[in-house]
């Protein structure tokens, strides 16, 4: 069981940016990571996912400003925003799984290890 803790959220105005960081307890290279996000009153979305082999995946909505990476040796999982929008407020998630971790995938019940979250706001 891998245990997750997100960090780097804050507060900032339109076209601004931020840098969300995931810290594993274990081998982040085992696991298909992935990053969330959820509004008030909207569906858990994945917006950003890396695969064991490294090969990384960017939800159109989000393509562009944003960019997932993963450092092996510190088991870190980081989400670079640029050009934030106010639609982009909501909590983040760090989530990992064990499961088809080949494979891209950005629905919630795929993953079954998940932080606490970190929150986002942008303001217009």
């Known amino acids: 069981q891998v245990q997750l803790v997100e960090s780097g959220g804050g507060s900032v105005q339109a076209g601004g940016s931020l840098r969300l960081s995931c810290r594993a307890s274990?081998?982040?290279?085992?696991?298909?990571m992935a990053w969330f996000r959820q509004a008030p009153e909207k569906q858990r979305e994945g917006v950003a996912c890396?695969?064991?082999?490294?090969?990384?995946y960017i939800r159109e909505v989000v393509q562009g400003r944003f960019t997932i990476s993963r450092d092996t040796l510190r088991n870190t999982l980081d989400l670079q925003m640029n050009n934030l929008k106010p639609e982009d407020t909501g909590m983040y998630y760090c989530?990992?799984?064990?499961?088809?971790?080949?494979?891209?995938?950005?629905?919630?019940?795929?993953?079954?290890?998940w932080g606490q979250g970190t929150q986002v706001t942008v303001s217009a």
């Open positions: 989530a990992a799984s064990l499961r088809s971790i080949s494979w891209v995938d950005f629905g919630a019940e795929a993953y079954e290890y």
């Open positions: 274990g081998n982040i290279g085992r696991y298909r």
């Open positions: 890396v695969v064991t082999d490294g090969r990384t």
